[in-house]
T-cell receptor, first 114, second 111 residues
Framework: DAGITQSPRYKITETGRQVTLMCHQT?????MFWYRQDLGHGLRLIYY???????DKGEVPDGYVVSRSKTENFPLTLESATRSQTSVYFC?????????????FGEGSRLTVL | GENVEQHPSTLSVQEGDSAVIKCTYS??????FPWYKQELGKRPQLIID?????GEKKDQRIAVTLNKTAKHFSLHITETQPEDSAVYFC??????????FGAGTILRVKS
């Protein structure tokens, strides 16, 4: 039972490069989320998806792009990485038949932008 | 949108003492309030939650209370142990089934 997995776990890139963080869940959960975690800010929502082909912005969406062509995958792309996007990124999922409230988080992806 | 404020940002207690973390929320329509624990280098995990039709919920040494009128909720940990040391996040559900998190509380339990 793999659950929810993120890749890569660690990534170092340079300013201006495109980066894609992958998220895959095996539970057929309807909802998927991307959060970033920064000291002093807690977990801030970037984008979320209620189902395949349905996505919406969260609190801090600028500079990020998402897609959800399949229920199990929810990739996050930084089109032109900036130093302010250095962070730990968590993917999460919830709800087989709808939103249940409880989020199941992946292990996180630590991104450093030089 | 929803705004969640969490206090204190850090909390140190002696092993065996109680710890209390408080959160306030802004959206009176919010009806679900979970608490997550994140150990160092790990993912956040749900430890307890409460819905707006309940005033208090307990699970062994942890409890959560909710005051809808005042729009605040609190996490209570009794008989703290070293393994309780972690970052704790409160959250509230915003319209659209989005969880909005507080900034977190670093709890240190000294033995």
């Amino acid at each position: 039972d793999a659950g929810i997995t993120q890749s890569p776990r660690y990534k170092i890139t340079e300013t201006g490069r495109q980066v894609t963080l992958m998220c895959h869940q095996t539970w057929s959960h309807s909802y998927m989320f991307w959060y970033r975690q920064d000291l002093g800010h807690g977990l801030r929502l970037i984008y979320y998806s209620a189902a395949a082909d349905i996505t919406d912005k969260g609190e801090v969406p600028d500079g990020y792009v998402v897609s959800r062509s399949k229920t199990e995958n929810f990739p996050l792309t930084l089109e032109s990485a900036t130093r302010s996007q250095t962070s730990v990124y968590f993917c999460a999922s919830s709800g087989t038949g709808g939103f249940t409230g409880e989020l199941f988080f992946g292990e996180g992806s630590r991104l450093t932008v030089l | 949108g929803e705004n969640v404020e969490q206090h204190p940002s850090t909390l140190s207690v002696q092993e065996g003492d109680s710890a209390v973390i408080k959160c306030t929320y802004s959206d009176s329509a919010s009806n679900y309030f979970p608490w997550y624990k994140q150990e160092l280098g790990k993912r956040p995990q749900l430890i307890i939650d409460i819905r707006s039709n309940v005033g208090e919920k307990k699970d062994q040494r942890i409890a959560v209370t909710l005051n809808k009128t005042a729009k605040h909720f609190s996490l209570h940990i009794t008989e703290t142990q070293p393994e309780d040391s972690a970052v704790y996040f409160c959250a509230a559900v915003e319209y659209g089934n989005k969880l909005v998190f507080g900034a977190g509380t670093i709890l240190r339990v000294k033995s």
